[in-house]
Nanobody
Framework: VQLQASGGGLVQTGGSLRLSCAAS????????AAWFRQAPGKEREFVAR????????YYLDSVKGRFSISRDNAKNTVSLQMNSLKPEDTAVYYC????????????????WGQGTQVTVSS
């Protein structure tokens, strides 16, 4: 599985961005997919994940109600809609996937895309 993230950019506080992650592989719909982020000098942080199969979702507390993860299995894509963005959301965002696990630790995901920069100005 190869992952390609896109959609980052510069936005003002309160603005919105939509990140997309395009995946290769015919069985990607079975995979859990997640978004992580990493700010300068900080560890990589879980943001949201969506399971394969039932499509259940789980979010970092600080993004609940503002971010929404979804997937389009026909297009092999996973998206992260980010609304009401705050300066503390500034980071490089990574998409990740795994065929077996679906937790909130980066160690649980085998496949990673390249990062996409999200910058929120105050």
């Amino acid at each position: 599985v190869q992952l390609q993230a896109s959609g980052g950019g510069l936005v003002q506080t309160g603005g919105s961005l939509r990140l997309s992650c395009a995946a290769s592989g015919r069985t990607f719909w079975r995979y859990a997919a997640a978004w992580f982020r990493q700010a300068p000098g900080k560890e990589r942080e879980f943001v949201a994940r969506i399971r394969g199969g039932d499509g259940s979702t789980y979010y970092l507390d600080s993004v609940k109600g503002r971010f929404s993860i979804s997937r389009d299995n026909a297009k092999n894509t996973v998206s992260l809609q980010m609304n009401s963005l705050k300066p503390e959301d500034t980071a490089v965002y990574y998409c990740a996937a795994d065929a077996v696990r679906s937790g909130s630790s980066p160690n649980e995901y085998y496949y990673w895309g390249q990062g996409t920069q999200v910058t929120v100005s105050s």
